[in-house]
């Protein structure tokens, strides 16, 4: 801090200043004051625990779940290598590797078809009266906060082999035999893109709605048809709207663990399944250690890549 | 512990007394590089129960000074003094002042008489002295029918009273108002034009107008203060300030204004001689608180002490007319003139028409006496 | 384009409409189906006169309701979620509350984008991850310090991601509300306490209780946090539906289920309420 020096004639100069600056620090000290609970109660039980697990990640696991007290790198080794039981040597194996390329193929799917579906839905709703708006929200805002294992579960309820969909379908004729549903690639898709679609239409239609359909009708004077109004001008200014929405997809998706547990039945696992083993039957801790931190890597990937992205778009717009 | 609202001030006091004197303020934003001076050194005085109106374009620091005054914001040099008590370390619900906010800042949770009624309330009145006072403040702004409404259900103009009601509730020793016309349409404007000079009249209470509408300021202030770029740039009374601007951006900022290049010839006690551009000699007037000295200057000449002629020897300066431009009630003639600066004529309309003048004309310009001012810089 | 005319879209009947797009209504309603159906046929099934739990036979009755009210694990479970749930919500609020009013009033000042990222950090770490990590940290605190708050150890749990969801709508409505009202609080002589409790407080009401109304739901609803944190007798709602899975099914799961999504629906529609209420009165 610059102490600055005033001859007598200025003493009230140094008076304003130091009035001023000591209203602002009492401001600012009263604002952190304000803050400090809730910074201390996420400090302690949120971001220790994060910390708690980078030491894990770099331990020996104990037999029965827990650490063991000494340096290894096992749990990061372990993810592409298996170590020969006879000789000690390392294989290479993917079995892990295909968890998350399965993660990956399944979170990018479900984006993908929760704006395919996501977008039309969420424009419908920008267009109704503004007095129906709401309601429409409020429509899609009921699953959003939903208890999504029971959600879950319900959709478990209807593809299983004698659920109500085959019932249905063989009641109807349509089929024989049940057709198996649940425990398959299609089951946890189905069932990611269920939970996560609120996700995609809730910021989408954010962006929709505050467009101004002026642009629109310029661009149907203009001679564009339907078609090319929805490409060329609506689905550009909902650019930040689509950017936001795939985020809030893809990165839940990706770390997704009640989906797969339900609906993938233990046998088509994804990363979130994989880390939660390690602290049941599994049982280790610092493995699944080292997968949370990995996919907390790829998730500041997502994020950061989102930032950058959304940045040059405000740029762009501005 | 606050103060105490104090009572009306007497209708006249001592010519000259200040309610509020602003020595040296100063106030900036941010550090370093990026230091904003909101305010730049201002000094003034505001006297007992004048109209007086901080006048700007936006940014110039006309409503930080009003926040500095109110308390919102600590000067980061200088000092305030309130009737002669420095008031520069206290925060604002210990000043005597109250404010009329730009879009009002009702309280929307409560009636009209609640709002009315908050600073007394504050204040710790007692109950039968905020009801009497809330029904005479409603009186005083014609809003007695709306007492228990909610403020969000009445219009613009009736919220504008309620604001100033309730900023005068408490008598307070200066009313601050920050642009409290500007969300108001052209009529109601002009109607709460002359409300705020009846209010200022009854109450007897120094009103501190903060607004960057000229004529806004012209009609209603006893005194304004231009300013620009955190500096007050001329204090004077309407007629001062439109007539004798001290300053290019004051002439330029307060009414449509002519600039020329001239030379000062000579000058003695307030009057000078200067020399037009196209070499006529005139009568000047010189700046009243700026010394001057012989050779090129800046003169201003309003539009309408300027008459146009087709007599181009007794003309002051000669140009080509390029647009006539008709508005009703007078025409404004653009011309270039013979030195190539452009000059505009304003001239009232008569019913024959007979006068006007065409585009492309060459014609002559003759100024009235004390046409011409000189200016500071 | 000398042809360009010719593509000017032709109006089939009455006005021309500009936001009108080929199958979106269509897309519209296949997501409501998709979304909804499961739900429905959850609440239906619930009522079912027979023991299967989708195929449907005899007359709907309350039986499995009943049923369900007197398992006592049931009732149990509903007792510690209750606990978890008013615990973390109460707490969670007041401190959102207190941060919301520290990050948004008054001018920016260094570290107040910390704060904001540090209380909304428990939004972007996945739900497995900070499952996994609370889990470390009390067996860690266990083990070495001796430290175990029983079912306190999942009301902090909850409490955590509970205040970015509390501090959201709190921190919305602040940010909404003039802070020239409160300015004006101050120059009609209100001290700091007196403008907070008269002006703020009251006008702060709708988010308050929509931040309440987000930390109940998310804290109710929670279930991978829950189920790794949770120490033995601290069996929540959803951990005991879970559980109940795993054994024959009969339609007791979708009366407990529906109970589940109709307490959470209640808080969703109510604070819709709440917050189209107020809209209508102040606008």
Same mark, same amino acid.
């Given at each position: 801090?610059?102490?600055?020096?005033?001859?007598?004639?200025?003493?009230?100069?140094?008076?304003?200043?130091?009035?001023?600056?000591?209203?602002?620090?009492?401001?600012?000290?009263?604002?952190?004051?304000?803050?400090?609970?809730?910074?201390?109660?996420?400090?302690?039980?949120?971001i220790v625990p994060l910390l708690v697990i980078v030491v894990y990640s770099f331990l020996g696991a104990a037999a029965y779940g827990g650490v063991e007290w000494r340096f290894s790198t096992d749990a990061y080794v372990g993810f592409l290598f298996q170590k020969d039981i006879f000789d000690d040597t390392l294989h290479f194996a993917p079995d892990y590797l295909q968890i998350y390329l399965r993660s990956f193929l399944f979170a990018l799917g479900t984006t993908a078809i929760c704006l395919l579906l996501g977008f039309p839905t969420a424009y419908f709703m920008?267009?109704? $009266?503004?007095?129906?708006?709401?309601?429409?929200?409020?429509?899609?805002?009921?699953?959003?906060?939903?208890?999504? #294992?029971?959600?879950?579960?319900?959709?478990?309820?209807?593809?299983?082999?004698?659920?109500?969909?085959?019932?249905?379908?063989?009641?109807?004729? +349509?089929?024989?035999?049940?057709?198996?549903?649940?425990?398959?690639?299609?089951?946890?898709?189905?069932? #990611?893109?269920?939970?996560?679609?609120?996700?995609?239409?809730?910021?989408?239609?954010?962006? #929709?709605?505050?467009?101004?359909?002026?642009?629109?009708?310029?661009?149907?004077?203009?001679?564009?048809?339907?078609?090319?109004?929805?490409?060329?001008?609506?689905?550009?200014?909902?650019?930040?709207?689509?950017? +936001?929405?795939?985020?809030?997809?893809?990165?839940?998706?990706?770390?997704?663990?009640?989906?797969?547990?339900?609906?993938?039945?233990?046998?088509?696992?994804?990363?979130?399944?994989?880390?939660?083993?390690?602290?049941?039957?599994?049982?280790?801790? $610092?493995?699944?250690?080292?997968?949370?931190?990995?996919?907390?890597?790829?998730?500041?990937?997502?994020?950061? #890549?989102?930032?950058?992205?959304?940045?040059?778009?405000?740029?762009?717009?501005? | 512990?606050? *103060?105490?609202?104090?009572?009306?001030?007497?209708?006249?006091?001592?010519?000259?007394?200040?309610?509020?004197?602003?020595?040296?303020?100063?106030?900036?934003?941010?550090?370093?590089?990026?230091?904003?001076?909101?305010?730049?050194?201002?000094?003034?005085?505001?006297?007992?129960?004048?109209?007086?109106? =901080?006048?700007?374009?936006?940014?110039?620091?006309?409503?930080?000074?009003?926040?500095?005054?109110? *308390?919102?914001?600590?000067?980061?040099?200088?000092?305030?003094?309130?009737?002669?008590?420095?008031?520069?370390?206290?925060?604002?619900?210990?000043?005597?002042?109250?404010?009329?906010?730009?879009?009002?800042? =009702?309280?929307?949770?409560?009636?009209?008489?609640?709002?009315?009624?908050?600073?007394?309330?504050?204040?710790?009145?007692?109950?039968?002295?905020?009801?009497?006072?809330?029904?005479?403040?409603?009186?005083?702004?014609?809003?007695?029918?709306?007492?228990?409404?909610?403020?969000?259900?009445?219009?613009?103009?009736?919220?504008?009273?309620?604001?100033?009601?309730?900023? =005068?509730?408490?008598?307070?020793?200066?009313?601050?108002?920050?642009?409290?016309?500007?969300?108001?349409?052209?009529?109601?404007?002009?109607?709460?034009?002359?409300?705020?000079?009846?209010?200022?009249?009854?109450?007897?209470?120094?009103?501190?107008?903060?607004?960057?509408?000229?004529?806004?300021?012209?009609?209603?202030?006893?005194?304004?203060?231009?300013?620009?770029?955190?500096?007050?740039?001329?204090?004077?009374?309407?007629?001062?300030?439109?007539?004798?601007?001290?300053?290019?951006?004051?002439?330029?900022?307060?009414?449509?204004?002519?600039?020329?290049?001239?030379?000062?010839?000579?000058?003695?006690?307030?009057?000078?001689?200067?020399? =037009?551009?196209?070499?006529?000699?005139?009568?000047?007037?010189?700046?009243?608180?700026?010394?001057?000295?012989?050779?090129?200057?800046?003169?201003?000449?309003?539009?309408?002490?300027?008459?146009?002629?087709?007599?181009?020897?007794?003309?002051?300066?000669? *140009?080509?007319?390029?647009?006539?431009?008709?508005?009703?009630?007078?025409?404004?003639?653009?011309?270039?003139?013979?030195?190539?600066?452009?000059?505009?004529?304003?001239?009232q309309n008569t019913r024959d028409g007979a006068a006007a003048f065409a585009a492309g004309e060459d014609v002559g310009i003759t100024l009235s006496d004390n046409a011409v001012q000189v200016l500071r810089d | 384009m000398a042809d360009a005319t010719t593509e000017v879209p032709l109006v089939r009947t009455g006005a021309f409409d500009l936001k009108w797009q080929p199958g979106f209504g269509v897309a519209t309603m296949v997501c409501l189906v998709l979304l909804y159906a499961p739900m429905i046929v959850l609440f239906v099934f619930s009522f079912n006169g027979?023991?299967?739990?989708?195929?449907?036979?005899?007359?709907?009755?309350?039986?499995?309701?009943?049923?369900?009210?007197?398992?006592?694990?049931?009732?149990?479970?509903?007792?510690?979620?209750?606990? /978890?749930?008013?615990?973390?919500?109460?707490?969670?609020?007041?401190?959102?509350?207190?941060?919301?009013?520290?990050?948004?009033?008054?001018?920016?000042?260094?570290?107040?984008?910390?704060?904001?990222?540090?209380?909304?950090?428990?939004?972007?770490?996945?739900?497995?991850?900070?499952?996994?990590?609370?889990?470390?940290?009390?067996?860690?605190?266990?083990?070495?310090?001796?430290?175990?708050?029983?079912?306190?150890?999942?009301?902090?749990?909850?409490?955590?991601?509970?205040?970015?969801?509390?501090?959201?709508? /709190?921190?919305?409505?602040?940010?909404?509300?003039?802070?020239?009202?409160?300015?004006?609080?101050?120059?009609?002589?209100?001290?700091?306490?007196?403008?907070?409790?008269?002006?703020?407080?009251?006008?702060?009401?709708?988010?308050?209780?929509?931040?309440?109304?987000?930390?109940?739901?998310?804290?109710?609803?929670?279930?991978?946090?829950?189920?790794?944190?949770?120490?033995?007798?601290?069996?929540?709602?959803?951990?005991?539906?879970?559980?109940?899975?795993?054994?024959?099914?009969?339609?007791?799961?979708?009366?407990?289920?529906?109970?589940?999504?109709?307490?959470?629906?209640?808080?969703?529609?109510?604070?819709?309420?709440?917050?189209?209420?107020?809209?209508?009165?102040?606008?």
């Amino acid at each position: 801090m610059a102490e600055t020096t005033f001859s007598a004639g200025l003493l009230p100069d140094d008076n304003a200043e130091h009035v001023a600056r000591a209203a602002e620090q009492a401001s600012v000290r009263t604002r952190w004051a304000l803050s400090l609970p809730s910074l201390l109660i996420i400090g302690i039980f949120g971001i220790v625990p994060l910390l708690v697990i980078v030491v894990y990640s770099f331990l020996g696991a104990a037999a029965y779940g827990g650490v063991e007290w000494r340096f290894s790198t096992d749990a990061y080794v372990g993810f592409l290598f298996q170590k020969d039981i006879f000789d000690d040597t390392l294989h290479f194996a993917p079995d892990y590797l295909q968890i998350y390329l399965r993660s990956f193929l399944f979170a990018l799917g479900t984006t993908a078809i929760c704006l395919l579906l996501g977008f039309p839905t969420a424009y419908f709703m920008a267009t109704r $009266p503004p007095a129906q708006r709401n309601y429409w929200v409020l429509l899609i805002t009921i699953p959003f906060w939903s208890n999504l #294992l029971v959600r879950t579960l319900a959709v478990m309820l209807i593809i299983r082999d004698e659920g109500l969909l085959n019932d249905g379908l063989i009641w109807a004729g +349509a089929i024989q035999k049940p057709v198996i549903m649940l425990y398959t690639n299609f089951s946890i898709v189905l069932g #990611l893109f269920y939970s996560y679609l609120p996700f995609m239409i809730l910021p989408l239609y954010a962006s #929709l709605e505050k467009m101004d359909f002026r642009l629109v009708e310029a661009g149907f004077d203009l001679y564009a048809t339907r078609g090319k109004v929805l490409r060329r001008i609506i689905m550009p200014l909902a650019l930040p709207g689509i950017v +936001a929405g795939c985020m809030l997809v893809f990165i839940p998706a990706l770390g997704a663990y009640v989906t797969p547990l339900i609906l993938g039945g233990g046998t088509h696992l994804m990363i979130g399944d994989l880390i939660g083993q390690q602290f049941g039957s599994g049982r280790n801790w $610092p493995f699944g250690c080292a997968q949370a931190l990995i996919l907390m890597a790829f998730v500041l990937v997502t994020l950061t #890549l989102y930032v950058r992205l959304s940045g040059g778009k405000v740029q762009q717009h501005g | 512990m606050h *103060g105490q609202a104090p009572s009306i001030a007497p209708r006249v006091a001592a010519a000259g007394e200040a309610a509020i004197s602003i020595e040296r303020v100063s106030k900036s934003f941010g550090g370093g590089e990026d230091i904003v001076r909101a305010v730049d050194d201002v000094s003034l005085a505001i006297r007992k129960n004048e109209f007086f109106t =901080l006048l700007g374009p936006s940014g110039c620091g006309k409503t930080t000074l009003l926040r500095l005054i109110a *308390g919102f914001e600590h000067p980061t040099r200088g000092r305030l003094l309130l009737d002669g008590q420095d008031i520069s370390a206290l925060p604002p619900f210990k000043r005597p002042v109250n404010t009329v906010f730009q879009n009002y800042a =009702l309280f929307p949770h409560m009636t009209v008489a609640q709002n009315i009624g908050f600073g007394l309330e504050m204040l710790g009145k007692p109950r039968a002295e905020i009801s009497a006072t809330v029904d005479r403040m409603l009186k005083l702004v014609r809003m007695e029918e709306l007492k228990n409404r909610r403020t969000s259900q009445i219009s613009g103009g009736q919220q504008q009273r309620v604001a100033l009601a309730r900023a =005068l509730a408490p008598q307070p020793k200066v009313l601050l108002l920050d642009e409290p016309l500007s969300a108001l349409d052209f009529k109601l404007r002009k109607d709460m034009q002359i409300e705020l000079k009846r209010l200022q009249h009854e109450t007897g209470i120094t009103f501190v107008f903060v607004t960057h509408d000229q004529e806004e300021a012209l009609t209603m202030s006893d005194r304004i203060a231009v300013m620009n770029k955190g500096k007050v740039l001329q204090i004077g009374s309407p007629r001062d300030i439109y007539d004798r601007p001290a300053e290019r951006f004051v002439a330029n900022f307060i009414g449509d204004t002519n600039f020329l290049d001239a030379e000062l010839e000579s000058f003695a006690s307030g009057i000078g001689t200067v020399r =037009l551009p196209s070499g006529a000699r005139m009568n000047a007037s010189l700046p009243v608180d700026a010394a001057v000295s012989n050779g090129k200057v800046s003169v201003v000449v309003r539009p309408e002490h300027a008459r146009l002629t087709r007599d181009l020897a007794s003309a002051a300066l000669k *140009g080509k007319l390029d647009t006539v431009v008709y508005f009703g009630t007078d025409t404004h003639y653009h011309l270039k003139l013979a030195s190539g600066e452009p000059f505009m004529v304003r001239q009232q309309n008569t019913r024959d028409g007979a006068a006007a003048f065409a585009a492309g004309e060459d014609v002559g310009i003759t100024l009235s006496d004390n046409a011409v001012q000189v200016l500071r810089d | 384009m000398a042809d360009a005319t010719t593509e000017v879209p032709l109006v089939r009947t009455g006005a021309f409409d500009l936001k009108w797009q080929p199958g979106f209504g269509v897309a519209t309603m296949v997501c409501l189906v998709l979304l909804y159906a499961p739900m429905i046929v959850l609440f239906v099934f619930s009522f079912n006169g027979s023991d299967s739990i989708t195929r449907w036979g005899g007359l709907p009755n309350w039986h499995w309701y009943t049923e369900a009210f007197a398992d006592q694990e049931f009732r149990s479970a509903a007792m510690n979620t209750i606990k /978890i749930t008013v615990v973390a919500t109460i707490i969670s609020t007041l401190v959102a509350t207190a941060a919301a009013i520290g990050t948004t009033r008054g001018r920016r000042f260094a570290g107040q984008g910390a704060i904001y990222t540090v209380v909304n950090l428990p939004l972007m770490v996945p739900e497995i991850i900070t499952a996994i990590a609370t889990l470390s940290f009390f067996s860690l605190l266990a083990q070495y310090a001796g430290i175990n708050f029983g079912i306190g150890n999942l009301m902090l749990a909850h409490t955590v991601f509970c205040i970015p969801f509390a501090y959201m709508p /709190i921190r919305a409505r602040l940010e909404g509300m003039d802070e020239r009202l409160e300015q004006a609080a101050a120059d009609l002589y209100a001290t700091p306490w007196q403008a907070f409790k008269r002006v703020t407080l009251p006008l702060l009401v709708p988010g308050i209780s929509a931040g309440t109304a987000l930390a109940f739901i998310v804290s109710f609803d929670d279930f991978t946090i829950t189920q790794l944190v949770a120490g033995p007798g601290q069996t929540t709602l959803p951990l005991y539906i879970w559980a109940k899975t795993r054994r024959p099914l009969t339609p007791e799961l979708n009366a407990m289920c529906t109970i589940l999504l109709a307490i959470s629906i209640l808080f969703v529609v109510g604070s819709f309420l709440i917050a189209n209420r107020r809209r209508s009165k102040t606008e």
